[in-house]
C-alpha cells in the first residue's frame, strides 16, 4: 500500500528502541534515576567514574529485561556477558559505555501488529541488550561552556533491536506503539517519551521492489515521538529514491532529524565512525539465568494486552473495538474490571461508561487513569444505582458529571439533587392524568391513529417528573390510559 | 622498635611497653631522617597518623582492640583515602583527594571491631599507573633501594618495599598485576604475597588490568605478611570479582608442620635467562625444604614462554579501558587554554600521563582496534587458558610450585630505562601466576654480592594458608629474611 506510494521503489526499516528500565536504582550503582532532580544530585562515584569504584549489577534490571524477553516469545541467553563500548564524550565518565555486545541476554524474538488493511505482521526482534545510559550534555547557558548533568549516566536500559522486516513508516509506527504498550503493560518501562524513556533510531534503505539485496541505509537518530518517527522516515524514504533516481548513492551515515522542519541531515558518515573496541567488562561476571529463574519470571508475567483483548470478548461480550480500548493500559483495563466487578451491573453497560463517559472526562480533563477524578469503586456506585432502579440511565448522566466535577459519590449526589426515581405508581398517573388534561388535541390525536405522538407524552411525563420517573413504567402506564 | 616483628609490636602494645603514639612517631621520625634518600612515600599523613594513634591507644586501653590496632603501616598509593590524595604515582592525579576509602584501606585502618585499627604512616611511592618494574615512571621520582641505593627496589610497588626494607614501616599494602609484589619484595629482602585473584576487594583500588590486579601485602617475614593479609581478605559486595568464601586462618596455620610437602620445580623456571647467583641459592632453598621433610619434583608448565607476549595484550588492553576516564573533564590534570574538546583530551592525556603509560594505552587500544582483536585480544585469551590448564594440570601432582622471583638482584637505576622489552622480561617468572589468578608469594633466600634474592611459592586457588605455613617454616630455619640493609639500622 503504501509502498505504492513510491513508484516501484520499497523502504526496508529496522527500528532500535532505547527504552529505559523502570528500577529504584542504576544498573551498576546504588544510585536513584528519579527523572527530573538537580543536575548532578543522583550521581554517586560509581557514576562520576572515580578512580577505582568498580560496577555492580543491580538484579532487577536483569530481571526486567529477562521479562521483556519472555513477553516477545524471545530466547533468554543462558549466559551473557557485559562489554565495554569505548568513545570519548564528557557525558559518558568512564570513557566507555557498559553495553552487551556478542552474547545479549535477549535473542530471537517477535513482535505482530495489525496493519491498516486487517493483517497481521510479524516484526522479528534481533535482540535486546541490557546496557547504561550516557549523562547529558547541556550546551545553552553556560556561556560558551557545556554543563555536564550525570543523574541520567547508568540508567538502565534496554536497546530492543528489530530485524528489517518493516517496510513502511506506518509499520514502523505500528510496530513501535506496539512495543511501547507492552513495555508498559510489563511495568519495565514507564513508557514516557518526552522524558526520553523510550526513544528510537530508524535504519532505513530503499530498494526497487523485488529486488534481492538491501540498499545502502542511513540511521536517523533518537526520534522520540511517534509522529516524528513517521515523519523522519517518510523523509528519508523520499530523501534516498530522489537521490537515486537522479542518479546519486547513498551514504552509509547517522542522521539527525530536526522537528521544526522534518527532515534530516547528516550527523556523520561511517568513515567517521568511532572504533568502540568492544571487549568483555573484566569488572563484571557474565550473568547465568538458569531455567529455573527463567520459569519464575514467567510465571509472574502479567496478563498481555493480546491476551486481555480476547479475554474481555469472550467473557465480557465485548465488542473488539471496546476490548481494544479498554485493554489499551493495563491500568484502564483493571479499572474496567473493577467496574464490573464492584457494580455487579451489565458488563457491555459498564464498557460503555468506561471507554464513552470516563475516557471523555479523562481526557478534557487532560488525567490519566490513575488521576481519575471518579474511582472505579465510585463508578461502580453510580452503575448499582442504575441497576437497582434508583435513578435512570438519563438521570446517571447528570450524576456523573456531578462526580467528575468533584461533588462527591453517586449516593450523596441523587441524596442532595433529589433525583431518586418516581416508581411509586400513583404518582406516575398524577402526572400522566395531568399532562392529558393539558393537551386534549394530543390525546385526541393519539387515539385517532397517530402513534407517532407517544413520544410527545412521555417527554412531558419526564418533564413534569423533572426526569426521575421510572421510563419503563411511564411507558407501560401511558399505553394503558392512552387507550382509555 | 622498627626491627620488631608484628606479634612482637602487638605484644609491645598490649603490654604498655610503648604506646601506639609512640611507635608512629617513631616511625614518623626515621621516615624523615631516612626517605630523602628513598623516595618510598608520595605523601606523609604525619597529623593524622598521629590521631590514629591516639584512637588505637584509646581503644587499646578500653580492650576494644584487635592484634593490628596501633601498628603503623604504610598505603600503596593506588588506593584512595578519604580526605587524602591518591596520585597512582601520575601527575594525571597529583592534587586528585578520593571522597572514599579503598576498602582494602576500611579493613585495615576502621576501628576494631569493622577494622584492624592499624595507623596509616603515609601513601607509598609507585611506579605511574603501577605501570613498571623498577619504580622509574613514578612522576614522583625513582624510588632508591636500600641495599644499594644506586639501584632500583623493583616494581611497581617500589615504595612499599623500599620503606619496610629500610624500617620506614612496619608492614605495607601493595598490588600485583605480573609481579608487582613479588619482584620488588624479592629484590629488598621482603616476602610478600599477592593472593589468589578475588581474595581481596579491588574496590577502591585504582585499576591497572582489571582481570589482573590483586591486593597483597609485603612484609618482613610470612608470619608478618599472615597478620595482615587475614586482616584485608574477603569478599566485598562492591566487587564483582571478589569470591564468597570464607577467610581461612592464615596466622593459626603457620606453625604446621610441612613433612610430606610436594613441591614442584618448573622446568622453564630454571632454564636459560635466570642469572647464576640466584640459581645456586634458590637451589639451596630447595635442600633446606627437603631437609624440614618436603619431596621436590620436576614439573613442566609448557605454556610458560607465552606469559609475556600474552600479558603485554591482555594487561594493556584493559589499561587503555581503564585508563580511558582520566580525560580531563571531571577530576584529574586538565590542559589549559584548550580550544577544542578534542584538544582537552589530547593535551590533558599527553601532559597528564608519562611516557610508560602513554606506552601501554596505545599498545592496548591497538589490540583491541577492529580488525586486530581477534588476532591479539582473543588469541591471548586462549592461550591465557592454556597457561591456567598447565597449573592445574600441576597441582593435581604438587601442593606447591617454587622457582626464582627474578631474572636476578636489584639493577641499577637507569640500566633498563631505554628498552621497554628488556624490562618487561623481568616479570618473566612472575606473570604466569596473574594470568592463572593462582596465589604466588616471594621470600628471600639469600643475598649475591651483598643484594638480596628471592623464591617464589605459587600456590593452588586459596591455598595462602598453606603457602604462608610453608614459608613460615623456612623462616623458622632460615635468618636471610633477618637481615637489615647497612645504613638504616
Known sequence: ?484 | MHTLSISELAEGLRARRFSSRELTQHYLDRIAAHDRALNSYVTITAEQALLQADAADAALAADNAGPLTGIPLAQKDIFCTQGVRTTCGSKMLATFVAPYNATLVDKLQAAAPQGAGMVMLGKANMDEFAMGSSNETSFYGPVKNPWDLERVPGGSSGGSVAAVAAGLAPVATATDTGGSIRQPASLTNLTGIKPTYGRVSRYGMIAFASSLDQAGVVARSAADAAYVLQAMSGFDPRDSTSVDRPVDDYVGALNSPIKGLKIGLPKEYFAEGLDAGSRGLIEAAIKQFESLGASVQEISLPSSPLSVPTYYVVAPAEASSNLARFDGVRYGHRAEGAKTLEELYKRSRGEGFGAEVQRRIMIGTYVLSHGYYDAYYLKAQKVRRLIYEDFKRAFEKVDLVLGPTATGAAFKLGSKTDNPVEMYLNDIYTIAANLAGIPAMSLPCGFVDGLPVGMQLMGNFFDEARMLNVAHQYQQATDFHKQFPQGFK
Open chain 1, 1 to 484: 500500500m503504501a509502498n505504492d506510494l513510491h513508484h516501484g521503489w520499497e523502504a526496508v526499516i529496522g527500528l532500535e528502541v532505547h527504552c529505559q528500565l523502570m528500577t529504584h536504582s542504576k544498573i551498576f550503582s546504588g544510585a536513584a534515576i528519579q527523572y527530573g532532580a538537580e543536575p548532578n544530585t543522583q550521581a554517586c562515584a560509581v557514576d562520576l567514574a572515580l578512580p577505582g569504584v568498580l560496577p555492580v549489577l543491580n538484579e532487577d534490571a536483569v530481571k526486567k529485561a529477562v521479562t521483556f524477553g519472555l513477553s516477545v516469545d524471545a530466547k533468554i541467553a543462558e549466559r551473557c556477558v557485559f562489554a565495554r563500548k569505548h568513545y570519548f564524550y564528557p557525558d559518558l565518565p568512564k570513557g566507555y559505555q557498559i553495553s552487551q555486545y556478542e552474547l545479549p541476554i535477549v535473542y530471537e524474538g517477535h513482535l505482530d501488529i495489525e496493519l491498516e488493511n486487517g493483517t497481521t505482521k510479524t516484526i522479528g526482534i534481533t535482540r535486546a541488550h541490557l546496557e547504561e545510559d550516557a549523562g547529558k550534555s547541556m550546551h545553552e547557558n553556560f556561556s560558551g561552556a557545556t554543563g555536564i548533568d550525570l543523574n541520567r549516566a547508568g540508567t538502565p536500559l534496554i536497546e530492543i533491536v528489530s530485524e528489517p522486516d518493516i517496510r513502511s513508516a506506518a509499520e514502523a509506527v505500528a510496530y513501535l506503539k506496539k512495543l511501547h504498550q507492552l513495555v508498559v503493560y510489563l511495568g519495565v518501562c514507564d513508557g514516557n517519551m518526552q522524558e526520553g524513556s523510550f526513544r528510537c533510531d530508524a535504519n532505513v534503505s530503499v530498494r526497487k521492489v523485488g529486488a534481492p539485496k538491501f540498499g545502502t541505509r542511513t540511521e536517523t537518530k533518537n526520534v522520540n515521538s511517534f509522529r516524528y518517527v513517521e515523519k523522519a522516515i517518510e523523509y528519508e524514504i523520499s530523501r534516498q529514491i530522489e537521490v537515486i533516481e537522479s542518479g546519486g548513492t547513498i551514504r552509509q551515515e547517522t542522521r539527525l532529524f530536526n522537528p521544526d522542519t522534518g527532515e534530516t541531515r547528516a550527523m556523520r558518515s561511517k568513515e567517521d565512525a568511532n572504533d568502540y573496541r568492544y571487549f568483555p567488562d573484566p569488572d563484571l561476571l557474565p550473568v547465568v539465568c538458569t531455567q529455573d529463574y527463567i520459569d519464575a519470571i514467567r510465571g509472574s508475567l502479567p496478563e498481555l494486552p493480546e491476551a486481555k483483548r480476547a479475554r474481555f470478548e469472550k467473557d465480557f461480550g465485548l465488542s473488539p473495538y471496546d476490548a481494544k480500548t479498554l485493554t489499551s493500559s493495563r491500568e484502564l483495563a483493571a479499572y474496567y474490571e473493577a467496574v464490573v466487578k464492584d457494580s455487579g451491573a451489565d458488563a457491555k453497560l459498564c464498557a460503555n461508561w468506561v471507554s464513552t463517559d470516563l475516557l471523555a472526562v479523562l481526557n478534557k480533563q487532560g488525567k490519566d487513569i490513575n488521576e481519575s477524578p471518579i474511582s472505579a469503586a465510585a463508578l461502580a456506585g453510580l452503575l448499582q444505582r442504575i441497576a437497582d432502579k434508583t435513578i435512570s440511565g438519563k438521570i446517571a448522566k447528570e450524576v456523573f458529571e456531578a462526580m467528575a466535577a468533584g461533588e462527591g459519590g453517586a449516593d450523596d449526589i441523587i441524596k442532595a439533587k433529589g433525583l431518586v426515581q418516581i416508581t411509586d405508581e400513583s404518582a406516575i398517573i398524577r402526572a400522566i392524568d395531568d399532562v392529558m388534561v393539558k393537551s386534549p388535541e394530543q390525546v385526541a390525536g393519539y387515539r385517532a391513529g397517530k402513534d407517532k405522538l407517544f413520544g410527545f407524552f412521555v417527554g412531558q411525563v419526564m418533564k413534569a417528573t423533572q426526569g426521575k420517573a421510572n421510563p419503563d413504567a411511564v411507558n407501560r402506564l401511558l399505553k394503558d390510559k392512552l387507550a382509555g
